[in-house]
């Protein structure tokens, strides 16, 4: 079947360290990845995508990682601050291989930062 | 802000009834779609259309339906509302017919009683 699960459903890290969120996949069609934050009240807010023929991929303070032969998807923020405590949550969209688009989402890691 | 509004913010509707959700997309989105968050869950797909016409649907009740009108705003239905339908709706918005690099509302908190 299709899921897409999160080793840790918590995760408490001290201001300005780096933080590593992780996220496991089952189904190996799915072609393109998406890292959400969502803040409490609010919608779930991108933070960056990866594609399945890359297998890292930068933006500001984040970085993803994919490792499509053990199907594992990684989110690190470096130098977490106060304002990155959310909810993260990792998707995968299938893409137009299925009779239809959509993008499933995990359950979500909570991320407290202690100042 | 994401340029993606929905409308109310907060409802309270009795079992039974019948509720619509409003989606306004952001500039330039023609596909958008709508996912149901329950409490302490990650957003489930519900369905999802393109240029007015639905593209592709989750594991919901023919109860739920939805329309997108010429101007890529959208609406989410809901008859014979149950209590577990008590949650968080979100509409998200891209430019991409695959949903791709979509943007979120902040969505609609709809309680059952």
């Known amino acids: 079947g299709e899921s897409v699960g999160l080793h840790l459903p918590t995760l408490s890290v001290q201001e300005g360290d780096n933080s590593i969120i992780n996220c496991a996949y089952s189904n190996s069609a799915s072609d393109y990845f998406i890292w959400y934050k969502q803040e409490s009240g609010k919608g779930p807010q991108f933070i960056i995508d990866i594609r399945s023929n890359m297998d890292k991929r930068q933006g500001q303070r984040v970085t993803v990682l994919l490792n499509k032969t053990v199907k594992h998807l990684s989110l690190q923020i470096a130098a977490t601050q106060p304002g990155d405590s959310a909810v993260y949550f990792c998707?995968?969209?299938?893409?137009?291989?299925?009779?239809?688009?959509?993008?499933?989402f995990g359950p979500g890691t909570s991320l407290s930062v202690i100042p | 802000e994401t340029g993606v509004t929905q409308s109310p913010t907060h409802l309270i509707k009795t079992r039974g009834q019948q509720v619509t959700l409003r989606c306004s997309s952001q500039?330039?989105?023609?596909?958008v779609s709508w996912y149901q968050q329950a409490l302490g869950q990650g957003p489930q797909f519900i369905f999802q259309y393109y240029r007015e016409e639905e593209n592709g649907r989750g594991n919901f009740p023919p109860r739920f339906s939805g329309l997108q009108f010429p101007n890529y705003s959208s609406e989410l239905n809901v008859n014979a509302l149950e209590l577990d339908d008590s949650a968080l709706y979100l509409c998200?918005?891209?430019?991409?017919?695959?949903?791709?690099?979509?943007?979120f509302g902040q969505g609609t908190r709809l309680t059952v009683v």
């Open positions: 998707a995968e969209n299938m893409g137009p291989k299925t009779s239809y688009d959509k993008v499933i």
């Open positions: 998200a918005s891209s430019r991409t017919r695959d949903g791709t690099e979509a943007f």
């Open positions: 500039s330039g989105h023609n596909t």
